[in-house]
């Protein structure tokens, strides 16, 4: 099963009854929680949404990087796709 929004959209519809009921919580590695928070599929490599923004900054960064060019950006605005699956 591929760790796609739709996989675990479907996922956690199914299990949503016992999910509120008991309480359970997620155990997952960082590429499912940034599908879960609804970020684009772009950017799950780079993990700054834990704390709500994105960064470029090759002169702060301990490696230097080849990043791609961004094709907008709007500040403000969060590098999310879809809506959240998980409060």
Known sequence: MKE?????KHMLSSIEFEYSKHSWHICAD??????????????TK??????Q????DIKKHYMQKVWSKRQFLIQGVKNEENEKLVA
């Open 53 to 56: 923004w994105d960064s470029r």
């Open 46 to 51: 780079f993990f700054f949404f834990l704390c």
């Open 30 to 43: 960082l590429k499912v929680i940034a599908v879960l928070v609804g970020l684009q599929a772009g950017y």
């Open 4 to 8: 796609t929004y739709e996989t675990l």
